[in-house]
């Protein structure tokens, strides 16, 4: 492999990350992370039931207005 392919996978590498982070795909990596870390005694959420908890919070937290 040589210098510039392995510029170019670390860039696209950089920009999915980058992607998945503006996207919010990323999320439930990190919320897995964060769960194993601090909550070991038991199992995370599962990917759906993820999802499924974010959209019901989005929902009962509407924010209107400026402030």
């Not at 996207?23 to 599962?46: I, K, L």
């Amino acid at each position: 492999m040589s210098i510039q392919s392995g510029k170019l996978r670390r860039a696209l590498r950089n920009g999915r990350a980058l992607w998945r982070d503006f996207t919010g795909e990323s999320a439930y990596d990190r919320y897995v992370e964060r769960h194993r870390r601090e909550h070991p005694d038991h199992p995370p959420m599962t990917q759906r039931e993820f999802w499924r908890a974010r959209a019901r919070q989005d929902e009962e937290n509407v924010q209107t207005g400026c402030c």
